[in-house]
């Protein structure tokens, strides 16, 4: 009984497959899409990257200017008495 359900199991694993070249086929479609899937996933991270630096760049600028005005704020107020 064994031995049948061994010998089921083959025929449907081969008939599934179908022909070694759809399997081919296959296999090389799911390699070619992980390629381009990993190459869209780099350019996205290259992206978000970029951004980040230009956030934080401009963020230092503002945090500069912001001390430059409070320093000649203090610089121009009048002495305390």
Known sequence: MK????????????AA???ASELASAVENGADAAKDAAAAGTET?????????EAV????????????D?????????EAE
């Open 57 to 68: 760049t401009d963020a230092a600028a503002d945090a500069s200017d912001a001390a430059a």
């Open 3 to 14: 031995k049948l359900f061994v010998l089921l199991f083959v025929a449907a694993a081969f």
């Open 45 to 53: 991270v290259t992206d978000a990257a970029a951004a980040g630096t």
């Open 17 to 19: 497959c179908g022909d």
């Open 70 to 78: 409070a320093a000649a704020d203090m610089d121009a107020a009048p």
